[in-house]
């Protein structure tokens, strides 16, 4: 199977691409500061109840990027840490520790410290609950993040919800929980879920129906979040969630519960793809074009590979990729079926793939060594998340493009000698 439709630039022209290239050592990520504003108002405009409360969060693994997280705290968004490490970066950008949400899969070893400074704490597990409730002398205020037994994901690596997945608390063991919260005195605020990639209102809707019956367990819980995993499109043929739809349905369940308990709960929300996805492209480079002769496929070459962009290799993940002839004012009108390959030595690492590794070519721009090739959807779990020095490829630069038009270098390209630093 190939896909059919032939992708096209969201927020470049070619011209600005060779422009770029020109100025940038490829290949290097670039952001669209505009694209990430965007896609932030349109988290901050979730139908939520007057006098409720709303927070959106952002779950700042996608992209951890210093510049990325000052755009979020200027726009009113706060923190959702997967680990210490981020609530420590999230730190030296600039938020404070009371607008950072640990939700870890690790417990952290500088918990005390980090919750004495008012970080706040989503416990994933019992363990983690057992630890919070021992070790937490003055703030008796956690989070639970529950696993309501479904979950959404684009397939089984990305579903993060349902009985094989190792995330929260499993929904059936409230007799547990409540053992814990009452042996500590903890006052459970926040019932938390994130159940994965979905753009299914209907699906929502239920989750948020089962996240409100464990919330009403609490009497002390004032606040429900419903973790990210909005799914964005990358590929034209591909759906994006509408936020508007998805949140009318748990706008009413709000109303609903307040009737019945007599709570207004605050909503979080705390997406990371959803701001991030289409706001970044790698700008790469072909540099080969071969073929496996006239029963086989044609291949580009590209220089770049699965040590910056890993989601290809590791789940068939698509990204849409334009090729961009390197001749001024030149536009390529044939197209030819590519097999598109990254630069690392190692068979899986191809852009045009099916989840289990079978190859699918796809159609495009016929390309030329030396054309340029935009990766699209690449603002989110791409810099964040990579098979880092593969090869020993340096870490490629990012830059983020300012709403004037002009780029501005926000992570230079690591050095042979960074790679080597560490070694002895
Ligand atoms: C990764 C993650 C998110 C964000 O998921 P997206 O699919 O990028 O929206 C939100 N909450 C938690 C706890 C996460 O681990």
């Known amino acids: 199977m190939s896909q059919s439709s032939i992708e096209s630039l969201k927020w470049l022209s070619d011209d600005q691409v060779r422009s770029f290239a020109s100025e940038v050592q490829l290949p290097a990520f670039v952001y669209s500061e505009e694209a990430f504003r965007k896609q932030i108002s349109s988290v901050l405009s979730f139908p939520v109840n007057d006098g409720y409360g709303f927070q959106a969060?952002?779950?700042?693994?996608?992209?951890?990027?210093?510049?990325?997280?000052?755009?979020?705290?200027?726009?009113?968004?706060?923190?959702?840490?997967?680990?210490?490490?981020?609530?420590?970066?999230?730190?030296?950008?600039?938020?404070?520790?009371?607008?950072?949400?640990l939700t870890a899969q690790q417990m952290a070893l500088s918990f005390e410290k980090l919750f004495a400074m008012g970080v706040h704490?989503?416990?994933?597990?019992?363990?983690?609950?057992?630890?919070?409730?021992?070790?937490?002398?003055?703030?008796?205020?956690?989070?639970?993040?529950?696993?309501?037994?479904?979950?959404?994901?684009?397939?089984?690596?990305?579903?993060?919800?349902?009985?094989?997945?190792?995330?929260?608390?499993?929904?059936?063991?409230?007799?547990?929980?409540?053992?814990?919260?009452?042996?500590?005195?903890l006052n459970v605020k926040t019932v938390h879920t994130h159940i994965g990639s979905g753009s299914d209102?209907?699906?929502?809707?239920?989750?948020?129906?089962?996240?409100?019956?464990?919330?009403?367990?609490?009497?002390?819980?004032?606040?429900?979040?419903?973790?990210?995993?909005?799914?964005?499109?990358?590929?034209?043929?591909?759906?994006?969630?509408?936020?508007?739809?998805?949140?009318?349905?748990?706008?009413?369940?709000?109303?609903?519960?307040?009737?019945?308990?007599?709570?207004?709960?605050?909503?979080?929300?705390?997406?990371?793809?959803?701001?991030?996805?289409?706001?970044?492209?790698?700008?790469?480079?072909?540099?080969?074009?071969?073929?496996?002769?006239?029963?086989?496929?044609?291949?580009?070459?590209l220089n770049v590979g699965m040590d910056s962009i890993t989601r290809p290799s590791l789940y068939g993940a698509k990204h849409p990729i334009v090729i961009v002839s390197k001749e001024e004012g030149h536009k390529e009108e044939t197209t030819t079926e590519y097999v598109v390959a990254g630069h690392?030595?190692?068979?899986?690492d191809l852009f045009t793939q099916h989840p289990g590794g079978a190859i699918m070519p796809r159609r495009m721009r016929t390309a030329h060594i030396g054309d340029y090739a935009v990766i699209s959807g690449a603002g989110a779990y791409c810099a964040s998340m990579s098979t880092k020095n593969y090869n020993s490829f340096p870490e490629i630069g990012e830059y983020m493009l300012l709403p004037d038009g002009t780029l501005k270098m926000i992570r230079k390209p690591q050095t042979l000698e960074q790679i080597l630093e560490n070694e002895m």
Request: hydrophobic fraction near 35%.
């Open 344 to 348: 690392c030595c190692e068979s899986g």
């Open 57 to 101: 969060r952002f779950a700042m693994k996608a992209n951890p990027n210093a510049s990325v997280l000052r755009i979020m705290l200027e726009m009113g968004v706060e923190i959702d840490a997967g680990s210490e490490y981020e609530v420590l970066r999230a730190l030296r950008a600039g938020f404070r520790p009371s607008q950072i949400q």
């Open 201 to 301: 209102p209907e699906v929502w809707k239920h989750v948020a129906t089962m996240t409100l019956a464990l919330a009403a367990q609490f009497p002390e819980c004032d606040t429900v979040n419903l973790g990210g995993g909005y799914k964005v499109a990358r590929m034209s043929d591909e759906v994006s969630t509408d936020l508007q739809k998805i949140g009318a349905p748990v706008k009413s369940l709000f109303e609903a519960f307040y009737k019945e308990h007599g709570r207004k709960l605050k909503l979080e929300i705390e997406p990371g793809s959803y701001y991030t996805v289409n706001s970044g492209v790698i700008l790469a480079q072909v540099d080969d074009v071969i073929d496996t002769g006239d029963h086989g496929h044609k291949f580009i070459k």
């Open 121 to 185: 704490f989503t416990a994933c597990s019992l363990h983690q609950l057992e630890e919070f409730g021992k070790r937490s002398k003055e703030r008796k205020d956690v989070g639970i993040r529950f696993n309501p037994g479904m979950g959404s994901g684009g397939c089984t690596k990305t579903d993060v919800g349902g009985a094989q997945s190792a995330f929260g608390i499993w929904h059936e063991k409230m007799d547990q929980v409540k053992e814990i919260v009452s042996k500590y005195g």
